[in-house]
């Protein structure tokens, strides 16, 4: 169970979240979704340690708040940042390798390359000459290495075609139910939400509007947040 | 320049100066690795790079010494010995230098060159009240001195060639430790996206470290081979950090291959126009040479080729 309260996160004077409490229970999936500019990306890179945070965040009892990334990682969190930011120079499988880390590394477990086959077949090439919808499973890949109890997805279809959107939300399923996986992921694309999520938040200005489960959820109301 | 010697003379002094060059190489090549491995990582100058190096010689110094003292049937293994040594008290160094300096001014680069810029002058200071202000030298073992005579003119210092297959090894074995070991991908993971290396469980401090003791751990065994071409003395170092900070610019940083060959090229350009002018007009002619490709390939010798 992965619990936020009084969590606020400011660029300086600025802030972006204020006083947000969250609990996600384990198993489920979350998607937070809202305009550009009301603090997703802001609020799951805090999550994971990369911008400073202020308030507690609690992931099965374990209280990670001044803890540095790599100690997060370590405590069950994974992160799939938006953008991929793939190591790009370094192999497909030197890029799974370094999210072994945290687990002390080791090889790549296979049912990694069992979900992802092209990134077996791509196991020698740099990570930087893959394609957009390739780094996405790579980033996948790296992130799930570290075995996470929660995984945490920055706008996992951005720049990706609808077909592959699809097969993406297929397998985060999958994952889910394999591995007893939570996942938290900010989305813009309502139909993806609605295709994988359990649970559909809208955030506006660094504040939950809207919180509702997958199946009593109206769509036009959701819609209406995130019309312009 | 060259009237007055016939082809003869001339392949002769292209030759010997050649291999003459071998021990400047060998030295640019570890210097620069070093300080190419911390550039890349840290985005750190380190402007007490020569320091560290000198403490390599001065570690030299003493274990030639005390070999010549108290083993003296053991002196001609005394070189390995030494070189050991060299890198580990550069490493330690390193790394105590890392944690109390360097650590509290990443992402403040100006702050870290005046740091390791006074680090320097409180290193020479140090040097001058431990060892005093005259320069020493070591005595080599009685293998490593003389030459072999190639032809009747051609002669290859020893040493130099020694040296030289030393500096291959320990460039292999960077290469391998960068490229195959775990540190070494991590390393490689943080260079290219230090918040995002933390994100996937890379403890990105002790990578840092790592990083930092390595590269000065390097320049130490760079100080072993500089006895060989240099007397040891407090502000010996500091000769040598700009043409270092040329060789890895010249090379393109963070490659290591570059590296090599640009600190061939400039130790070879430098010490056979030595022969024909002075020093400092073989310098002003390299250094020219290097700013013209400069201008024209601003990444340097070599890069990756990637997308994005």
């Known amino acids: ?4 309260s009084d969590y606020n996160v400011s660029y300086g004077q600025s802030r972006v979240i204020s006083d947000f409490n969250l609990t996600v229970p384990d198993n489920e999936i979350v998607a937070i979704m809202g305009r550009n500019g009301m603090g997703k990306t802001t609020l799951l890179k805090s999550l994971i340690g990369m911008i400073p945070m202020e308030g507690s965040i609690r992931l099965n009892g374990v209280e990670l708040s001044g803890c540095k990334s790599h100690k997060r990682v370590k405590s069950g969190l994974g992160f799939v940042p938006q953008g991929r930011m793939i190591f790009s120079t370094m192999t497909v499988k030197e890029n799974i390798e370094t999210g072994l880390t945290a687990v002390g590394g080791g090889s790549v477990p ?23 919808g390739q780094q996405q499973q790579l980033a996948i890949a790296r992130a799930l290495a570290s075995n996470p109890r929660v995984l945490i997805l920055d706008e996992p279809t951005e720049g990706i075609q609808p077909s592959i959107i699809k097969d993406i939300a297929k397998t985060l399923r999958e994952i889910r139910d394999a591995r007893n996986l939570t996942i938290l992921l ?27 489960p997958r199946d009593s959820v109206d769509e036009n109301k959701v819609a209406s947040y995130l019309a312009v | 320049m060259f009237q007055g010697y016939t082809a003869a003379e001339l392949t002769s002094i292209f030759a010997m100066q050649g291999f003459a060059g ?50 003296s049937s053991m002196f001609s293994l005394y070189f390995f010995v030494a070189m050991i040594l060299a890198f580990i008290a ?42 005093g202000a005259r320069e020493v030298g070591v005595t080599l073992p009685d293998w490593l001195m003389g030459s072999y005579a190639i032809t009747d003119m051609i002669e290859v210092p020893v ?22 070991s775990r540190l070494g991908k991590q390393t490689r993971a943080v260079v290219q996206n230090r918040a995002m290396a933390g994100a996937v469980g890379i403890n990105t401090e002790k990578v840092d470290r ?45 490659n290591l291959l570059g590296t090599v060959a640009s600190a061939f090229t400039i130790s070879q ?37 990637i997308r994005s």
Request: some cysteine; proline content about 2%.
């Open chain 1, 110 to 132: 296979s049912d990694l390359y069992d979900l992802f086959p092209v990134l077996h077949e791509m196991r020698k090439r740099r990570g930087g000459n893959l394609s957009g």
């Open chain 2, 22 to 71: 071998l021990s400047l190489f060998s030295v640019f090549v570890l210097m620069a690795l070093g300080l190419a491995i911390i550039f890349g990582q840290m985005g750190v100058i380190n402007m007490a790079h020569g320091e560290f190096m000198i403490l390599g010689a001065y570690v030299t110094y003493l274990t030639s010494n005390f070999f010549s003292e108290h083993l």
């Open chain 2, 269 to 305: 350009a430098q010490s056979t126009m030595e022969f024909f002018l002075s020093g400092s007009m073989a310098k002003v002619l390299t250094l020219l040479t290097v700013v013209g490709i400069l201008m024209l390939r601003p990444q340097g010798l070599f890069t990756l080729k």
């Open chain 2, 210 to 254: 790592f990083t930092f003791a390595l590269g000065c751990g390097i320049a130490g065994i760079a100080g072993s081979a500089f006895t060989m071409i240099g007397s040891t003395g407090p502000t010996a170092g500091q000769l040598y950090i700009v043409d270092t900070f040329l060789v890895v610019v010249f090379g393109g940083a963070s």
């Open chain 2, 90 to 131: 550069a490493a330690l160094l390193g790394a105590l230098v890392e944690w109390v300096l360097i650590r509290h001014l990443y992402r403040r680069p100006l702050d870290t060159l005046l740091a390791t810029w006074g680090l320097s002058l409180i290193l020479q200071q140090g040097y001058r009240t431990i060892f």
């Open chain 1, 186 to 212: 900010s989305e813009q694309v309502l139909s993806f939400a609605l295709d994988i999520a359990d649970r559909i938040l809208v955030i506006e200005k660094g504040e939950i509007v809207h919180d509702d």
């Open chain 1, 1 to 4: 169970m992965l619990e936020l």
């Open chain 2, 159 to 180: 040493n130099g060639l020694f040296v030289m297959c030393l500096t291959i090894l320990i460039t292999i074995g960077v290469y391998l430790v960068m490229q195959k």
